[in-house]
């Protein structure tokens, strides 16, 4: 059984800085491409960041680039976000989500519950 179960989330001020973790079980992070997805109330999904599995890549959505960085620990079997200098604009439940295959957010098909990040003065 895949399983992804995110953790870290919580309430800072702008400028602050949060951790991500998203702890798999049933298959390797090695193997698979992890992606971190976010949505704000009221808003569509929104693909932040992916480590792909073939060659370690990293991509970023164009506001987060400078601040936040995906990375993969292989030893424990998690990938993380690093945010920094948070914004507002970055308040939203963040989930993420992999799969062996696939090659955007979109079409992964194991997802973790979420958690929310909320920032604000």
């Known amino acids: 059984q895949v399983r992804l179960v995110e953790s870290g989330g919580g309430s800072v001020e702008p400028g602050g800085s949060l951790r991500l973790s998203c702890a798999a079980s049933g298959f390797s992070v090695e193997y698979y491409s992890i992606g971190w997805i976010r949505q704000a109330p009221g808003k569509e999904r929104e693909g932040v960041s992916c480590?792909?599995?073939?060659?370690?890549?990293?991509n970023y959505v164009d506001s987060v680039k400078g601040r936040f960085t995906i990375s993969r620990d292989h030893a424990k079997n998690t990938v993380y976000l690093q945010m920094n200098s948070l914004k507002p604009e970055d308040t939203a439940v963040y989930y993420c989500?992999?799969?062996?295959?696939?090659?955007?957010?979109?079409?992964?098909?194991?997802w973790g519950q979420g958690t929310q990040v909320t920032v604000s003065s």
């Open positions: 989500a992999a799969d062996p295959v696939g090659s955007t957010w979109s079409d992964f098909r194991s």
């Open positions: 480590i792909s599995s073939s060659d370690s890549s990293t």
